[in-house]
């Protein structure tokens, strides 16, 4: 099966040849994405549609709270979260940058050991920018996956951009690969493996988990 995206770029998911060994990854990209990738030593993610499906539920604590505190429930992918993880085995840095914050957010980050992270802010650009310096990398060596407009700023400086098939049109139009899983099930995965592959690392740890 092969998806592309809007520059032309695919993804092919191979199926394994008869009488290989089962060690082979079966996961292949173009040469051409692999390219925008080999590099990229930063991965920045937005959260709502791309680390969740974009859903916000809130729950009403109590009816009688004058306050009428609520409380907000955010779902993740478990694939997302060892995709991050694989990622930092890889010496790749994940970086959040998300326009809200929550504390199911920050609990699920601090669980996953992800250090950098910047929350409630709608001009992400200076927050990634920080993260960059704090790293001492440059846009050339970044990674972005993003749903919505206010990614639009690191999409475009990325050496790789990504977008979940339910992103804005616009943003799968700066994209140079739609994934197809959707944000919230399986997108970022999708995203870690691409850079993981990109950068060699992909097969390596793919053997520490068959043997």
Known sequence: MTTAGPRGVAQHHGTQPEGAPSSLPVLHHPPELLLRGQDVR?????VDGVLTDGGIYMVELAAADPRGATETFKRFNTLDGLGLKLLMAAGIT??????????????????????HARFG???KLPAANEILEQLGL???QAATIGDDWPDLPLLTRSALACAPPQAHIEVRASAHY??????????AREFCDLLLTATGHYAALLAEYQR
Do not use: Q
């Open 121 to 123: 802010t709608e001009n």
């Open 178 to 187: 739609v994934t197809s899983a959707a944000g919230g099930h399986g997108a």
């Open 42 to 46: 930063v991965a920045f993610f937005d």
């Open 138 to 140: 440059g846009w050339h």
């Open 94 to 115: 994940p970086a959040i940058v998300t326009g809200r914050d929550s504390v199911a957010l920050r609990t699920r980050l601090n669980a996953l050991g992800i250090e």
